[in-house]
């Protein structure tokens, strides 16, 4: 019996969804099994079969929307008679059959669309029709539809992309020729001929209310800073220095030797930079001191401390070393110093003011043991980016690049200025010339204070020494520097000002250099001749001191014990020698207020700095865009065979009889395709962005970067990439596969998918080493894939009660993105509440979806920026 036929068909059809609800469909729209004929007499004209029931998509002279009725008429309305079994076959495979009576209606083939009023019409050229159509569907603009097209084959967004790809190249090209003739034929400073090199001194009115003088500037008329820059603050305790007993010309001549050797013009470029540097710290004093009382620090679980009664004094405008054997706590001592480190014990003063040393941090400079520094950008842009992110914001961006050009000079790197820094595996420049940017990252925001954890590590003798005579060299200008140093040659040990020796954590020495050899003399120690002095010190303070003293004690621990016993803590009466006047301690409260970017300044600096080193890995750049175009291309072709025809319903009734096989799973697994091609595009880029910054990171928040700014910054940096990336990929896959989904909405699903991707890529990166990141990213992209409500469904995992852990993945949300716009446009034709409900999804809220997608690309990247900011908190103070 037909009835029974139509209940088998939708069974066997309907596999994937439930058994009785087509059942039910099919016998709705089938009538009595008795007005059934017997016999197979469908075929004869006039035979009657089971009449279709009426409906307000059948009229009297056609059939429904999309089916097709070639005799019927309001003597012979359509019929349903029960197909052969070779029809049967053919419809149970997804396929389908000549009408089996004269009068049964057929859905309309694709190339032709059947409107309601009766006949079946070609599909015009520009439109396309595809299967079930009642009317012909335009092509979009620049579409290739032929007469009798069954799908829109969209070929502008192709031109597009291959536009763009000839401007990227030769955007490329171009720029590399602009970067070797310019290599050829450097071009002088833009500043140049300007007075101080191009500063034009604004808010002079500023300058003077903070240096306390309403008179005209020194600077003002010209003149070299000599009476302005005698340092008019006043009581303070200070090393005198060449530059304060000479005044600047002075200075400038004693400093000769330490700055480069040449036909003079070194001169001028210490004098703009003492200028400069004036000018930023409000002529107040270059440097500061530091006190230290009984300095104790014990990590919590440690039973011993790591540093115990340390006492002294480390006076502004000199040349400090602090030495001592492995485990002595020399790194230690200075974190504390410098506040990266909060002691536990003691008492820690800057220019005679206890309280917290973070609040200098704007002003106190710290260059690493290893050379952070990033390798895609030149010397000059690794320093201009520290300029511009701590200068006082009311500087103009021409005094900064100014200010950093005399650096650059002074630093002897003009002449590499516009060279790639490189990386340590793969150098540009030298060693030496490496180590000056990392310092010179630090001057540039001109800091009263620098600290240097092992400067000449590394390097050969002669940039050892040149690093050395740099630093001499600012201290002379004013400026405290405090370097860790292990093992210096002799002409180093010499060029330091005063020592910090440190033993067990405890101090052994401070004061002088010239005075360690008198001091262990004094303790019995011998000091053979023509022997480095601090050899013979480093081996005494490392607990081999039995080579030089034969008899008596000569262990470390006596060493501590008389350097205790000698120089006792300093009383309240000598402490109280260093307080500074209330008019020094508000000039440099406001010189701290003044230094700094504003976050959304620094938020462009940040972008842009981003944007040039994408531009500088233009190979990984290009890469991730041809990895995006092959897998659209792969994913594409494996849908082509569908021709854009990939779902497949029970027809809406009466038709429900006529219905072949189902597939509702084909949307879905499309989906599924897409989003595993856009992980493994996106996930390894995602996890470069910031994998293989943290330590940059780490430096810029401890020098007062904002974090914020940074990170969003690098965020906002890669909206280009992944559009371009995308555009790729969609652009292959939407020529190929062709689905019903528009182009623009593929485009927006895909765009935000690959938002969510580099979004989980960054919360990866934060938590993995730089060599595991990649892969874990790309596992992690391809689990959030795989679990977006195909197999198992949404429908399923509801009845696990887990439906929460699918619905918070990106994975779903694309593939019900992908089911809307793909199923709702056969409402007319098919039974899409019964696909609805077999898979889980939800239709018609395509909007949501992408808003949800773009929800959880956002907290992602809040996830991995909690996770930068508050993971490893000890590297960012």
């Not at 530091?290 to 300095?295: A, E, G, K, R, V």
């Not at 630090?442 to 050892?464: N, V």
């Not at 981003?610 to 995006?628: D, N, P």
């Not at 990929?729 to 623009?744: A, C, D, E, K, N």
Request: with cysteine.
């Amino acid at each position: 019996m037909p009835s029974s036929k139509s209940h088998s068909s939708s069974r066997t059809a309907s596999a994937s969804t439930s058994a009785s609800t087509s059942a039910s469909a099919s016998a709705s729209a089938s009538p009595n099994p008795k007005s059934t004929p017997g016999a197979s007499n469908c075929n004869t004209p006039g035979a009657i079969g089971v009449p279709l029931q009426d409906s307000s998509a059948w009229s009297d002279t056609g059939c429904g929307q999309g089916f097709y009725c070639e005799h019927n008429n309001a003597t012979f309305p359509p019929q349903y008679c029960p197909p052969t079994a070779e029809c049967q076959t053919s419809r149970l495979s997804g396929a389908s059959c000549e009408p089996q009576g004269t009068f049964e209606p057929v859905v309309c083939e694709a190339g032709f669309y059947c409107p309601k009023e009766g006949g079946k019409i070609k599909c015009p050229a520009g439109s396309f029709c595809r299967i079930g159509s009642y009317e012909a569907t335009k092509c979009s603009p620049g579409s290739n539809c032929k007469e009798g097209a069954i799908r829109d084959m969209f070929f502008l967004p192709m031109g597009i992309l291959i536009i763009i790809d000839i401007l990227l190249v030769t955007a490329v090209v171009v720029a590399k020729i602009k970067s070797r003739y310019r290599t050829k034929h450097p071009k002088a400073s833009k500043n140049k001929g300007l007075p101080f090199g191009g500063v034009p001194f604004r808010n002079n009115k500023k300058y003077e209310e903070i240096s306390g003088d309403s008179s005209p500037s020194a600077m003002e008329a010209g003149i070299p800073l000599q009476n302005s820059m005698e340092f008019r603050a006043p009581d303070f305790r200070r090393r005198p220095t060449g530059f304060e007993q000479l005044g600047l010309q002075g200075a400038e001549y004693a400093l000769h030797d330490d700055l480069q050797d040449d036909n003079g013009a070194s001169r001028t470029d210490l004098q703009q930079f003492v200028q400069s540097l004036s000018r930023i710290l409000g002529a107040t004093k270059f440097g500061l001191n530091f006190d230290f009382q009984n300095l104790h620090f014990q990590p919590k679980k440690n039973p011993k401390p790591i540093l115990s009664d340390v006492t002294g004094m480390i006076d502004a405008g000199s040349l400090w070393g602090v030495m001592g054997a492995s485990g002595a706590g020399k790194s230690t001592f200075v974190n504390v110093l410098m506040g990266k480190t909060p002691n536990t014990g003691g008492i820690t003063k800057v220019n005679g003011v206890a309280g917290d040393i973070k609040k200098y941090k704007k002003i106190i400079g710290y260059v690493p043991q290893d050379d952070i520094v990033l390798p895609e950008l030149t010397v000059r842009e690794n320093i201009l980016h520290s300029a511009r992110v701590r200068l006082p914001a009311s500087w103009s961006d021409s005094e900064i690049q100014n200010h950093v050009d005399i650096l650059l000079r002074c630093l002897q790197l003009d002449h590499v200025m516009h060279s790639l820094v490189g990386s340590t595996s793969a150098p540009v420049i030298s060693g030496g010339q490496r180590k000056r940017v990392s310092i010179g990252m630090e001057l540039a925001a001109a800091p009263m204070a620098l600290f240097l954890d092992e400067p000449t590590s590394g390097l050969d003798a002669t940039a050892a020494a040149s690093i050395m005579s740099t630093l001499k060299a600012l201290s002379r200008l004013g400026m405290t520097i405090v370097t860790i140093i292990h093992q210096p040659r002799q002409e180093i040990f010499e060029s330091l000002d005063s020592l910090v020796l440190l033993g067990k954590g405890r101090m052994i020495y401070t004061g002088p250099q010239r005075g360690i050899q008198p001091h262990f003399e004094g303790l019995g120690f011998s000091f053979p001749g023509h022997s480095n002095p601090a050899d013979i010190m480093g081996d005494i303070i490392a607990g081999e001191g039995r080579l030089y003293k034969p008899t008596g004690d000569a262990g470390v621990q006596s060493l501590i014990d008389y350097w205790a016993s000698q120089h006792p803590s300093p009383t309240e009466s000598e402490s109280k020698r260093s307080t500074v006047s209330m008019a020094e301690m508000n000039n440099l409260t406001q010189t701290i207020k003044q230094r700094g970017a504003p976050w959304y300044r620094q938020i462009w600096f940040c972008f842009d700095r981003s944007l040039i080193q994408q531009y500088r890995m233009k190979s990984s750049f290009f890469f991730e865009l041809g990895v995006g175009a092959m897998a659209g291309f792969l994913i594409g072709l494996a849908e082509e065979t569908q021709k854009g025809m990939n779902f497949r319903g029970i027809f809406n009734p009466p038709y429900s009889i006529l219905s072949t096989s189902v597939e509702y799973t084909a949307v879905p697994q499309m989906a599924l395709l897409v989003g595993l091609a856009i992980g493994l595009t996106a996930s390894a880029p995602g996890v470069k962005i910031f994998g293989e910054e943290k330590l940059v990171f780490w430096r810029e928040a401890a020098a007062g970067h904002n974090r914020f700014a940074y990170y969003v910054g690098k965020v906002v940096s890669t909206l280009p990439r992944m559009i371009l990336a995308n555009l790729h990929f969609t652009t292959m896959f939407m020529v190929l596969s062709t689905p019903r989904i528009s182009w623009f909405s593929a485009f927006g699903a895909n765009l935000l998918y690959f938002w969510c991707i580099y979004g989980l890529a960054s919360c990866i990166s934060m938590v993995t080493r730089r060599e595991d990141g990649p892969l874990l990213a790309v596992m992690s992209s391809l689990i959030v894939g795989v679990l977006n409500g195909m197999s198992p469904s949404l429908q399923k995992v509801r009845s696990w009660h887990m439906v929460w852990l699918w619905r918070s993945l990106p994975g779903t949300w694309l593939a019900e993105a992908y089911f809307t716009e793909n199923v709702s446009p056969f409402a007319y034709l098919y039974d899409i509440d019964m696909a609805r409900a077999s898979l889980g999804y939800h239709l018609g809220k395509y909007g949501t979806d992408l808003c949800l997608l773009l929800a959880l690309g956002a907290i992602y990247r809040v996830i991995a920026f909690l996770g930068l900011r508050f993971m490893y908190p000890s590297k960012q103070r």
